[in-house]
């Protein structure tokens, strides 16, 4: 019998309940999943590799302990993610869409995955309460809110308090979000 495994790859930057929602329901469809937390060059990470990588294991750790499912594992990765499906015998992606905008963004990757990786590509909606929520809109409302505690429906309590960790350091992307939006 097949072992399913596939890669959840992603930024996460910060991990989001969307996120783990999406996690959640690949437990139930695959035998194994890797939630792969990359490197976006063309971004500057509010949060570390390292810093993504343990915020991301805590959460799956307590996801696993509150129910049943595929085992969990998050791996850093850097280049280019059918690589490192590749090098981790992954015979899928997975990929949670949002919206409609996400969907087209998300049916070219998924093409191009399995034209030149012959990688296929597993979709799960976003719930409806996590529609319009985004790693970019958390970061913005943590560099322009001073109540932390209205992103309680978009990211668990431990990511809250990180987010004001690094809000007290005067991060230079949250200064930078903060800037860019007149204050």
Known sequence: MPHHLAIYPGSFDPVSLGHLDVIARGRRLFDELIVGVGR??????????????????????????????????????????????????????LRGFRNL???????????????????????????????????SLIRQITAMSDDLDALRSMVPPSVIEALRAKKAQKHPVLEALRGNNGG
């Not at 093409?111 to 719930?127: I, K, P, Q, S, Y």
């Open 40 to 93: 976006n060059p063309g971004k500057q990470a509010l949060f570390t590799i390292d810093e993504r990588v343990q915020l991301a294991n805590h959460l799956v750790r307590e996801l696993e302990a509150r129910e049943p499912g595929a085992p969990v594992s998050v791996r850093a990765f850097s280049g280019l993610t059918v690589d490192f499906a590749r090098s981790v015998g992954a015979s899928a992606l």
């Open 101 to 135: 905008s996400d969907l087209q963004y998300e049916v070219q990757q998924a093409v191009t995955n399995r034209e030149v990786a012959g990688l296929e590509t597993a979709f799960v909606v976003a719930g409806q309460s996590f529609a319009y929520t985004s790693s």
